[in-house]
């Protein structure tokens, strides 16, 4: 059994995307700052509409997967292949960008708190190119382990065993083999979370403070620092004074080349010019249906 330790603090930073909604960007925040497969990792959080009602309108993606988490609010997506998806405080929105896709994801309140995640995860060379798809999660459908010494783990992707009992999230089957855990400590609980050797994992705490790795050896991520791991088959987290709220993400690495222009991510230079030519052309609106479903 090898403990992960952290290998890399990512300070958060503020910024602005879309119509200027203000958010913190940890991973991504500069050209190549990935941890293969995860290209990007935002927090947004306002009770202040001024931060966050301009929203995101219409624009495209292609070449990978976004994963919107949603803890406070209520955003309405939409695409223009005429799906539309109530994205609500709890639920995820699963998105493969695939082949091409132009939506926009447009605050459905004036008032309150807006508060939640995207994460940018890449797609094989292989599937860039696949239709594109989407899948609303309502918060119901993703199960919530409550652990022994207090403190729950919400499992939205992938599985994870807890002491012999493994919970599973709705989203499964993917090439990445994605591992997207929320984790709440009470302060100074500590977990012990069984993960996949050879797979990348980072650890983003948003509330409080939390030590990874072992008495003695352990670092503490305050919040808002994002920890890269080392390899291994665990990761032994431990809340701070405050406790924590942390997010656990970990995926297979596709360890191919990675050509980022803007919202379009594919292999090669020429495959980006092709993007940019499809998207002035109008090709884009000629891909196939995405699949809003309850599967994938």
Partial sequence: MTTRTVNNVIQSIATSDGAGVKLRRSLGQTRGLYHDP???????????????????????HRGFETVTYLLDGHMLHE???????????GGVQWMTAGRGIIHSEMPQQLEGRMRGFQLWINLPAAEKMKPAGY????????????????????????????GGTVTAGPI???????????????????LSLPVKSGHNAYVYPYEGSVAIGTEGQARVLERGHGG?????????????????????????????????????????????EQTLRDYQNGAFAGAAEARASDGR
């Fill in 228 to 272: 890269m791991l080392s390899d291994g088959d665990r990761i032994e987290l431990q809340a701070g004074a405050q406790g924590t709220r942390a997010l656990v993400l970990a995926a297979k690495p596709l360890r191919e080349p990675v050509v980022q222009y803007g919202p379009f991510v594919m292999n090669t230079r020429e495959e980006i």
């Fill in 38 to 60: 995860f290209l990007m990792l935002d927090e947004f959080s306002s009770e202040n509409p001024g931060d966050y009602i301009a929203g995101f309108p219409a624009h495209p």
């Fill in 79 to 89: 695409d223009h292949l005429g799906n539309r998806g109530d994205l609500k405080s």
């Fill in 172 to 190: 499964q089957g993917l090439t990445t083999d994605p591992l997207y855990l929320d984790v709440e400590l009470p302060a100074g609980a500590s």
């Fill in 135 to 162: 899948r609303d999660i309502d918060a119901a459908e993703i199960p919530v382990a409550a652990l022994a010494g207090g403190g729950t783990v919400k499992v939205i992707a992938g599985e994870v065993d807890l």
